[in-house]
């Protein structure tokens, strides 16, 4: 008979069915007639609301003590204001665990077996329950129908006031302590630094506890409290960034290209782009190769314990392929759009967070090569020489082959990249012209000097080794009842609802898990206050 069977028995034993709400909720509420047990969440972000909005909501008000800490005057920030303001709450409901598990460069096989227990659509559920209408545009990504972000912030902060959640700002959590002697129902030690709104004081408060849930996203002091439990940690980088680009003299690009061997390496000039700032394409393929590599000794990236210092390099980066001994091709596709300081769009967004850790090794130097429609050298010189056959008397700079979809400045400009002048007709276009222009379609090349953060999403990879998690509870397996949600853990998405999806299934998953210990050691107290039936039978 499993866990739940056996509860439902001892529960029928004392309450009527129509008074049982949940079985977990009636076990949780018969332990909290002496003593709630206690549960401190660090950290009020998405992962710490719903966290503490499952763990209290499945026990039951009064049967466990949930008290939120956020350092910071007010909770969900990042909700608040990702998005542009609209919050891109989750990814397409209707796509399969599989394909959205691919989504994390980092955690994507945690991921697929943790959205099997909560995955989008009971996300998007648990939002439409509490009155939050959502769409779905046509890239997956998942919005509140009002696009304003106030909607989710709204129905996180009331379920947390209905579940009796205690939201504590400006509370600073300065350390977490491991309790050996201090008995089951107090294993930790909380001591946060309460600031007021007003230039009072700040005052440090200790609260001891049953169950920590850290969530502190990519927050260095949040990690900084795991390194003293020496909780297994690897070495955050930032992922989710956009690219900017070197600066190249446009003759000397139009010149190396135009001389280039008649081969198919990859031995073009870098691509003069300044000048298309707000050029945007639909879709294009990127290929990321390192210039350097800095310290690359092949070693992991998991942190010492006992001091927080990474112990060595990446390790093989999810969705790359490997080119030539010691180099990392890591590839993305999607639309790309020019700035001012170089290059973004959801491409360049895929492609630093699936390189996030070689990027990181190289200082983000880095060459990018670009595909811009997604055809071989070969079949793109084709196009180009059918051109030149059929409209020999237009002007090439205006006039691209129909297979060559591109903005006008675009196409101008790779046509200049080709030592081609603008007046020139395609009769005027050398072969060796053609092939530099078929080059320059399948593999314009620009040279990244640097990151730029991403306006709309901020995400960290690295965080808590899943190595030390188990991964059915997302509790620690060096610490029974602390657990941990969202950012904090070695799991990032790319853009698109993937990272906020992380944080509702790994803090559902340890509000449950928490919920869970509440009511078997409710049992389990109920058990051994209860004599057995069988010695009723033999009086």
């Known amino acids: 008979m499993d866990f739940y069977a056996r509860c439902s028995r001892r529960v029928s034993f004392h309450f009527s069915h129509r008074h049982v709400l949940s079985v977990l909720q009636v076990l949780c509420l018969s332990a909290s007639a002496s003593a709630p047990a206690r549960l401190v969440v660090i950290g009020g972000g998405a992962a710490g609301y719903f966290g503490a909005c499952r763990a209290a909501s499945a026990c039951g008000k009064g049967a466990l003590s949930v008290t939120l800490l956020e350092a910071g005057a007010r909770t969900l920030t990042k909700v608040s204001i990702s998005g ?70 709204h129905a996180l902060t009331d379920a947390a006031h209905d579940a009796g959640v205690d939201v504590l700002l400006r509370a600073k959590v300065i350390e977490l302590n491991c309790l050996d002697n201090a008995g089951d129902d107090e294993r930790f030690e909380v001591a946060y630094v309460m600031r007021s709104s007003t230039q009072g004081s700040p005052v440090t408060h200790r609260c001891r506890c ?22 297994p940690l690897v070495a955050p980088v930032p992922s989710l960034f956009t690219f900017r680009l070197a600066t190249v003299n446009a003759a000397a690009s139009s010149s190396t290209t135009a001389s280039s061997k008649d081969t198919n390496d990859d031995a073009t000039a870098a691509f003069d782009w300044q000048g298309l700032a707000g050029v945007s394409v639909t879709f294009a393929r990127l290929r990321l190769e390192p210039v350097t590599e800095n310290g690359g000794d092949g070693q992991d990236h998991r942190v010492s314990a006992a001091n927080g210092v990474a112990k060595g390099s990446a390790k093989a980066v999810a969705k790359t392929k490997r080119k030539g001994k010691g180099n990392t091709a890591v590839r993305s596709e999607g639309p790309l759009l020019f700035t001012h300081r170089g290059i973004s769009g959801p491409a360049v967004l895929r492609l630093s967070a699936f390189g996030a850790r070689v990027l990181h090794e190289t200082g983000y130097r880095c060459e990018i090569m670009i595909d811009w429609v997604g055809l071989n050298e070969e079949q793109a010189l084709a196009e180009c020489v059918r051109m030149k056959g059929a409209h020999a008397k237009r002007g090439v700079a205006t006039g691209a082959p129909a297979a060559v979809a591109l903005p006008r400045r675009l196409w101008a400009r790779l046509v200049a990249s080709a030592a081609i002048s603008a007046e020139a007709t395609w009769a005027d276009v050398s072969k060796v012209q053609l092939r530099a222009l078929a080059r320059a379609l399948c593999a314009t090349r620009v040279l990244a000097a640097g990151k730029d953060m991403n306006k709309d999403e901020f995400v960290t990879a690295g965080g808590v080794d899943l190595k030390g998690v188990d991964p059915r509870r997302y509790e ?64």
């Open 84 to 153: 542009g303001g609209r919050c891109n709450v989750c990814h397409d409901e209707t796509k399969e665990r599989a394909d959205l598990s691919q989504g994390y460069p980092r955690g994507e096989r945690a991921m697929l077996a943790a959205l099997s227990r909560f995955g989008a659509p009971d996300a998007a559920r648990w939002f439409r329950e509490r009155g939050v209408a959502l769409k779905t545009e046509s890239d997956g990504r998942m919005f509140p129908q009002t696009d304003d972000s106030a909607s989710i912030v």
């Open 476 to 539: 620690s397996r060096l610490h029974d009842g602390l657990f941990f949600a969202g950012e904090v853990l070695d799991v990032d998405g790319v853009t698109g609802g993937y990272n906020f999806q992380n944080a509702w299934t790994s803090s559902w998953i340890a509000g449950s898990a928490i919920a869970d210990d509440v009511a078997r050691r409710a049992a389990a107290a109920e058990a051994s206050d209860v004599e057995p039936v069988g010695k009723f039978a033999s009086g």
């Open 210 to 231: 049953r169950y920590v849930l850290v969530a502190t996203g990519g927050s260095p002091e949040g990690l900084a409290l795991l390194s003293r439990l020496k909780q």
